[in-house]
């Protein structure tokens, strides 16, 4: 509206006091006219029959929309305190919009001038809107609106359904599975309308746990009971704007096979051009049912470009229940659609086609600007790779320069190598005792280290890192003396696929992965009970589960790492598990990762126990403590509370006992020259008797996404626990280790009360780095560490 995209020609309105605030006037943040568009006579109490109404000419997806009063430069004094508003699709059946709780009025103004904007939740989908002025007395209003959205690519008209129906949990939980915000016609069918399914909210892993607050368990989800249904199958029909040529259909399903709810075995889609009869060749679908991960997904049913406007899908039962939350088609407008409206019926939308040309100077123009841009982005381009040219030209020649006068060793004879890596890590044992140095001369671009590092504007644990190398440059003044301003150093990647942290491992011992494997057994997956998920990553995902009889699959130094497996009671282990659309890389990765886990025996690391890798989905269980990691423990501890308190206490002593522990496991770890780089307490666990064992879980977990920062928006780095060359020349060493263990220690004996440099922002925490690494005086790392503590 306010950006002029919608023409005046498709604003129209019930009435107006004038041509001067003619519907016209109605965009949001505009003076023009009279400021607004105003009713022709006052708004009564319950009288519903003004309105301004929009017709966006193609379905859109509205999410937000926005009300303004009219103060035309302050010579106006109206406007809505309240509204209401009505959509359609096709023109002539008007439905009113309610949010999830069945309210239908929207709070309005409180002044003329001040824009006030609304999430509409659910949004709507349609090609008319009407705002409708609601007042609780007699009164002048007047109207500015906005509409925040996009086109609605999937063409979606309508679905019917049967109805959602009620499941009863066995403790007598009664989980509500309709449709609660379906805008058709609503009985034991829904029909000629959408609702939950196409309103982009994609249900939980849990289906009695729910995205939005304040709504019954269920919400999120549309489920049928198989013994309910005809044929063993759901139907659904689902109507389009016109005839498609479809590609895929997306279908978000639950999983939860525990409680008796599993994806679709089979799907069968029928289609149908116009009003025509259904076509007798369907599309068949066969699902490779998964009874390891009850996590929640999307299935993509393939619809081999068959050309309709309606398709018919008969879902059929895997187990008791099926419960679907989202349902998405791929699609384009058949290519031989008659796009011209006929003439008895200029504004039908089963005819509009949004590609047509409606002022074609316009599209001239815009033509002219795009090729503008693209030939000035084509030119930056050409000055980037010019001036990379020369930048590697001049650092050739200060190689030669300065080759005998000063250089910087930024990798160590036992320097690691990931194996995260996409390239080959492996090298000759003469290649991997070199020591690498790279010069490069000072630019006019170099930065500050603060500025060179950005918090992800929405990091979500587990992402996969695309790239592995991410350049970090200290500036000229935060280089000390002594060291070349010329360093520049990669930034490796930090990840496995399965979003936990991923061991670095020197060159030197390369000849853990080529020598004789270690044995690990193959355990049996139906032995593995799901309790909940602990984390994620882009090709994996970590979960704790309950398994009986796992020494039976175990060797017999377990005793060692203090695992009390027995034949009658179940133990908690973690599983990582890849997923099976996974990449080439990502199995080699995952399979390397069991190598190098087997071989790492020590009682304070965590120990591989036994795999999964017969078939897919690949999976490696490890030992999970039954106390969970060593932050949430110690933060629900006190050191010293009154005797009347509930908290419980751990001593001096014990804070003492499980520092060592983390100290020997680390030691164990740089005897073999690994590098484990992610140190914290989020990442020890916790057993009986304040046992310690170091894993790598923290990354992956939701809980400390705070904790990890993208740096040049590749490498995903916990900065508050690294030492000022990881940070600065992405140089991981265990001496980089001894430093977060400095770190580790100092959140241990302050009962993990705050995160380090707490009161620094994490612009801050890296402007301390280079302070540091300036070494001007401003840097007092023992007061930033142990200030918290207190006298402790």
């Known amino acids: 509206m306010s950006g002029g995209h919608i023409p005046d020609e498709d604003i129209s309105a019930s009435s107006q006091w004038s041509e001067s605030t003619a519907a016209k006037y109605g965009r949001l943040d505009s003076e023009d006219g009279d400021g607004a568009w105003c009713p022709e006579i006052p708004v009564e109490p319950d009288d519903l029959k003004e309105f301004l109404q929009i017709d966006l000419r193609a379905l859109h997806f509205i999410t937000l929309v926005g009300t303004q009063g009219r103060h035309a430069g302050g010579h106006g004094n109206e406007f809505a305190p309240m509204y209401k508003i009505n959509y359609s699709r096709d023109g002539t059946r008007w439905i009113s919009w309610r949010n999830r709780h069945g309210k239908q009025v929207l709070d309005g103004n409180t002044n003329p001038y001040d824009i006030v904007l609304k999430d509409l939740e659910p949004p709507l989908i349609a090609r008319f809107v ?28 309508s679905y019917n359904a049967p109805a959602g129906q009620q499941l009863v949990l066995p403790g007598g939980t009664v989980i509500y599975l309709n449709d609660s915000v379906y805008d058709g016609a609503f009985g034991y069918s829904m029909t000629e309308g959408l609702g939950q399914l196409t309103d982009g909210v994609s249900g939980l892993d849990d289906f009695t746990q729910t995205h939005e607050y304040h709504v019954w368990p269920g919400y999120d989800y549309v489920g049928w009971r198989n013994e309910s249904t005809a044929g063993g199958y759901v139907e659904i029909t689902f109507e389009f704007d016109r005839i498609r040529n479809f590609t895929t259909m997306k279908v978000h399903c639950n999983n939860m096979f525990a409680k008796g709810v599993k994806i679709f075995k089979e799907v069968q889609c029928y289609f149908r051009s116009d009003a025509g009869e259904w076509e007798p060749n369907a599309v068949s679908s066969v699902l490779v049912l998964d009874d390891v991960n009850p996590s929640a997904r999307f299935v993509t049913v393939p619809l081999l470009h068959r050309m309709a406007s309606a398709i018919k899908c008969q879902y059929y039962f895997a187990d008791t229940w099926m419960m679907f939350s989202e349902i998405t088609f791929q699609s384009d407008a058949a290519m031989y659609n008659n796009s011209v409206a006929p003439p008895e019926m200029p504004m039908a939308p089963t005819t509009y086609d949004p590609t047509l040309k409606v002022d074609d100077s316009n599209t001239r123009i815009l033509i002219g600007c795009l090729v503008a841009i693209i030939f000035i982005l084509l030119a930056i381009i050409v000055i980037i790779l010019w001036r990379q040219f020369w930048q590697k030209m001049l650092e050739k020649a200060s190689r030669r320069m300065l080759d005998d006068e000063m250089t910087v060793s930024l990798s160590l004879p036992s320097e690691s190598s990931m194996f995260n890596h996409n390239r080959s890590s492996s090298s000759s044992e003469h290649e991997s005792n070199s020591t690498y140095d790279r010069i490069f ?154 190598k190098i886990m087997a071989r790492l025996k020590d009682p304070n690391i965590i120990r591989l126990l036994a795999v999964c890798i017969a078939d ?124 977060a263990f400095g770190v580790t220690l100092w959140e241990t004996f302050t009962l993990c009360r705050e995160q380090p440099y707490s009161q620094l922002s994490d612009e801050q925490v890296i402007e301390n780095t280079g302070e540091f690494f300036r070494d001007q005086g401003r840097q007092d790392i023992h007061r930033l560490l142990h200030e918290p503590a207190g006298d402790e």
């Open 130 to 157: 009407r705002f409708i002025p609601v007042t609780d007395h007699s009164m002048n209003v007047c109207l500015r609106v906005e509409l925040y959205g996009c086109v609605w690519l999937d063409g979606l008209v």
């Open 616 to 739: 897919d989905p690949l999976c490696m269980i490890t030992e999970y403590m039954e106390n969970g990691d060593l932050n949430q423990f110690l933060s629900r501890h006190e050191a010293h509370s009154p005797p009347d308190a509930q908290t419980p206490t751990v001593s001096y002593r014990d804070l003492r006992f499980m520092a060592t522990q983390i100290a020997s496991g680390m030691k164990y770890l740089s005897s073999l020259n690994f590098v484990h780089r992610d140190l914290a307490t989020r990442n020890c666990l916790v057993g009986k008797r304040y046992t310690i064992k170091i894993a790598d879980f923290g990354m992956s977990r939701n809980l400390y996404s705070g904790d990890y920062y993208r740096i040049q928006g590749r490498a995903v780095l916990p900065i508050r626990w690294m030492s000022w060359e990881s940070i600065l020349l992405g140089k991981f060493t265990t001496a980089s280790d001894v430093w």
């Open 441 to 594: 001369p000072l630019g006019p671009d170099y930065q500050e280290p603060s500025r060179l590092i950005r918090k992800l504007p929405e990091f979500t644990p587990g992402e996969e890192d695309t790239g592995c190398s991410g350049l970090v440059k200290p500036s000229p003044a935060a280089v000390p003396e002594g060291v070349p301003h010329y360093a520049e150093a990669d930034i490796v990647n930090l990840q496995g696929v399965t979003g936990g942290n991923t061991y670095s491992v020197p060159a030197l011992t390369m000849d853990l992965l080529s020598g004789k494997d270690v044995a690990v057994e193959e355990f049996p997956r139906k032995l593995l009970t799901f309790k909940e998920k602990l984390g994620e990553g882009q090709f994996g995902e970590v979960h704790l589960c309950e398994v009986e009889g796992m020494e039976k699959f175990t060797d017999k130094d377990l005793a060692l790492q203090g695992l009390e497996a027995s034949s009658d009671r179940p133990v908690l282990v973690a599983v990582k598990m890849l997923r099976a659309d996974a990449n080439k890389n990502a199995r080699n990765d995952f399979l390397k990762e069991i």
